[in-house]
């Protein structure tokens, strides 16, 4: 319970300097307090009922044997659905495809056997993710609603209660109610997490297995290296959206150079049907065509616009390599390092 109250404080606090970093601890003592005090009465109460501690003090098993069944799920998933080539009707095909696994394609399971093995296993997870997320509720929920209700004290409760009617009294629990729910949302990660997990898993189980990938993504709470990762990106997420807007700026003069003076090596000829499809046509399908092949063509831009590029002998195309060089440099090169540079900062 210290290392998780330590470690909260750690990923949260503010480092601009020793002074805030100082005034950011004392201003969490309180809550520091107020967790050990609660989770002293859990472990009181967990003391005194045996049966309950069994749940409550092996979340770490339940938790290891989610990741463990979602892993083979997910396996599973992977080696169970194909294409089957002897079945010649379209639609017959995609219901197989989607709706017809087959464990790992062994001809000793049917259908139905590999479907009651996904159901198996996913309530299984259910079961194991279910004490888990009751673990967290009963953890953190006391806090939440002390944090939501207690900032009045005795005295100003019973002033208020003869002040206010009975429909004042009601929308002022409400509004309370509310604020409980927005802080387990927005502050209890691990409390929303663990419910969206249950809920993928009965999703997987009525629904498609298809859902159980959701849960690969426990992956980043069992390894906090992981979750370093994507805070660094997460971050900076100002400066990266900045970068952004900025590389659309970009994107979009140079589509206006491309509108106006190589329409013509936008146009994509299908050699098999012959007709030719003009990727420039407007502004805006121009732009969507400069933004979508960038990333996708070696070279950027450049390189799907090689493609359809007629060449004339004897002809040097200066425009072409000018705008082709200096698309590469500013949004595949430059942009991509401003924002690598960003998450290497943080």
Request: hydrophobic share 45%; net charge positive; charged share 20%.
């Amino acid at each position: 319970s210290e290392m998780c109250i330590r470690d909260s404080f750690i990923e949260t606090v503010d480092r601009s300097n020793l002074q805030v970093k100082i005034k950011g601890l004392m201003k969490e003592v309180g809550h520091f307090s107020t967790v050990s005090k609660h989770e002293e009465k859990l472990h009181l109460f967990f003391a005194r009922n045996k049966i309950l501690s069994i749940f409550a003090e092996r979340v770490k098993l339940w938790q290891n044997i989610c990741f463990i069944i979602n892993i083979y799920l997910n396996i599973m998933v992977l080696g169970s659905f194909h294409d089957p080539p002897v079945i010649e009707d379209k639609e017959a095909r995609i219901e197989h495809r989607i709706w017809g696994p087959k464990l790992f394609q062994s001809p000793n399971y049917s259908f139905q056997q590999t479907h009651d093995l996904f159901d198996i296993l996913g309530y299984i997870l259910s079961a194991c993710a279910t004490f888990v997320v009751l673990f967290y509720i009963v953890k953190k929920l006391p806090l939440v609603i002390q944090k939501a209700w207690g900032n009045e004290d005795d005295s100003n409760k019973s002033k208020t209660k003869k002040k206010k009617g009975i429909i004042l009294r009601a929308l002022n629990y409400l509004l309370k109610v509310i604020k409980c729910i927005w802080v387990l949302v927005t502050q209890q990660f691990d409390v929303l997490y663990y419910t969206a997990y249950v809920a993928m898993a009965f999703a997987a189980i009525f629904y498609h297995p298809f859902f159980y990938c959701f849960h690969l993504t426990e992956i980043l709470i069992k390894y906090p290296t992981l979750k370093n990762i994507i805070q660094s990106v997460y971050q900076p997420r100002k400066a990266l959206f900045l970068t952004f807007i900025l590389y659309i700026i970009i994107s979009y003069v140079f589509t206006l150079f491309a509108y106006n003076f190589f329409q013509d090596d936008f146009t994509v000829e299908d050699e098999d049907t012959n007709t030719k499809t003009d990727m420039c046509q407007s502004i805006w399908i121009c732009f969507l065509s400069t933004f979508d092949f960038t990333f996708k063509y070696a070279g950027g831009l450049g390189g799907f616009l090689d493609e359809n590029l007629k060449i004339e002998k004897d002809k040097v195309q200066f425009g072409r390599i000018f705008f082709d060089q200096l698309f590469n440099l500013l949004l595949v090169i430059i942009m991509v390092q401003i924002a690598v540079s960003y998450t290497h900062l943080t």
